[in-house]
């Protein structure tokens, strides 16, 4: 999701990275599947989403379904396309998919096995490519050993799995949950060194978090939008930056000057000052520990459609 983050940061300051749409697309999807699970989650399971982890190497999980009998795990597509598999190959509007997730499906249900091995937790593991895309079609000549569901599938599939899990329980799904948490990693690739960023391309100035546009007018407590019209709290457009400019620069403290760069300092500084002392804890004088959570990402969104649309 950091990596989300840190192309629509560079998107709205025009320095755009073709990779942006198929991240928003995946993301969305993703999202997509876990209301559909909340929809119709089983009684005593348990629903784990992007579920990263080494055992040995590098594995990702998209979804993770823990019911008492039996594991779910779930790579999600959100392919708007006609898709089939030949010949244990995945196509996609006839087109052979080079990086066929069902083969990163399968090294991450071998890596997921490994720990159940070491936990000596004798419960089955069910892969399943999900294509979740509305208008998305599929068919398969049955040569993959990989469960393939289109999003129609999903509730008859949950369905199933809820008439299962009545069986004797094999393990409670809380107490495996625990025990996966011990495994569970942050995702340590760098997108900053991955996707690099030339600061000079980045556009100054406030933009309006509404349509987009930098023409804002700074009043004693908020700022205001001369394109739509929209006001904001000077604190909470403070915030937003504070969490942009966290995204945009490597490493896990925050120097302000950034702040002062891109805003073209239209912040008082002892100001900023002063809200960076509430609201991140200080590392040293001047630099600040930077924020964890990132709660702009729905408003980001849907200013990301907003100029598409435009």
Known sequence: MSELNYLLYRMFRGDEVSKLDNLVKGYR????FAQIVQQFLPSNSLYMQDFIFEMPGYAQIDGLLITPTEIHLYEIKNYDAHCSIQNNRLYYNEHHLQHNPMIQLMRATDSFNNILIKEQIPITVHPHLVLIHPYGTFETDGSSEISVLTRHQLRHHFQQIGQRANAKWIINPNKLAQILADYRIVDWHDYHTDLPLDPTKLKRGIYCLHCGSYRIQASKHNLRCEHCKSQTPKKEVLKYLI???????????????????LSEDIFNR???YKILS????KHHRGQYHKPTATPYLPIMLDLYDRLGKN
Do not use: A
């Open 29 to 32: 999807g993703e999202q997509d």
């Open 243 to 261: 969490h942009e400019c966290s995204t945009l620069t490597s490493g896990e403290i925050l120097r302000p000057d950034i702040l002062f760069d």
């Open 270 to 272: 002892k100001w900023v």
């Open 278 to 281: 509430e609201t991140l804890p």
